[in-house]
């Protein structure tokens, strides 16, 4: 039983998938992808959109695998760094910069695009609650462990919560100039100063 169960290694068909999810999270980042047809896209890749199709089976379908792969794998970035460090504070501090060293490499257009197509744009609005919930589980730490200053946690979180739907909607952006992952990094400073202990 437990031979069957364990994970079977991954067969060719997944790896070319995942290459093929790598590729397009690099092309969309740079240049958005509602520019792009299928003929266009396996252009670039210099692949058939036959090979397409291992990603999914309609072009939109493949731009939502594409972001929801990036927000995946970001996602798996930043909590290697949270766990690389047991001190609360850095892991808080790494939480936030690496969120918004993610976002750094997204551009105005694929930004503009995830806003423009809402099955993209809730993938990331899904991203977006679930990282305010983990600021929030990350302060719990920090506050119990007595090196943050003892905070309403609910409180802090609410709040993260809507400056990083600010940000995720581009209010943010409208109202200071600011990029996403530039808005992370001021966001950060808020939260770690407002939460200091003064020592």
């Keep these: 039983m437990a031979d069957r169960m364990r994970a079977q290694p991954p067969t060719r068909t997944d ?64 909590e290697t760094l949270v766990a690389a460090s047991d001190d609360p504070v850095r892991r808080l501090r790494g939480y936030l910069l690496g969120v918004s060293a993610e976002l750094k490499p997204a551009s105005e257009a694929f930004y503009a695009d995830l806003t423009a197509f809402a099955p993209a744009d809730a993938v990331y609005q899904e991203n977006t609650v679930h990282a305010a919930r983990r600021v929030r589980e990350l302060v719990d730490e920090g506050v119990a462990a007595g090196v943050l200053r003892p905070a309403h946690a609910a409180f802090v979180g609410a709040a993260v919560t809507q400056v990083m739907t600010a940000i995720q909607r581009g209010d943010i952006a409208a109202a200071t100039g600011l990029n996403h992952a530039d808005a992370y990094r001021e966001l950060t400073d808020l939260v770690l100063n407002g939460l200091g202990t003064g020592t």
């Design 15 to 78: 790896l070319r998938r995942q290459e093929l999810l790598a590729e397009l999270t690099t092309l969309f980042l740079r240049e958005g992808f509602s520019v792009f047809s299928l003929a266009m896209l396996a252009e670039r890749l210099h692949c058939s959109k036959t090979t397409l199709y291992l990603v999914a089976g309609s072009k939109e379908q493949i731009v939502v695998a594409t972001v929801r792969h990036y927000f995946r794998t970001a996602a798996e970035r930043i």
